[in-house]
């Protein structure tokens, strides 16, 4: 299962943007979740790129 940290803020985010981070379960810089790997999430990951990275 992939891990996914937040890397940058989500200041300055749309609203969108904020909501998928917390769907993801990301609160705070530097946090990881592990994550399953489907469509949903992989579109969830594409709508947030800028902010986090992808291990795994």
């Not at 949903?40 to 790129?49: A, C, D, E, T």
């Amino acid at each position: 299962m992939p891990t996914v940290t937040q890397v940058k803020s989500k200041n300055g985010a749309n609203h969108a943007q904020r909501e998928t981070l917390r769907s993801l379960g990301l609160r705070r810089i530097g946090q990881s979740v592990e994550v399953k790997d489907n469509e949903q999430i992989r579109g969830m990951l594409h709508r947030v790129r800028h902010l986090v990275k992808v291990d795994g």
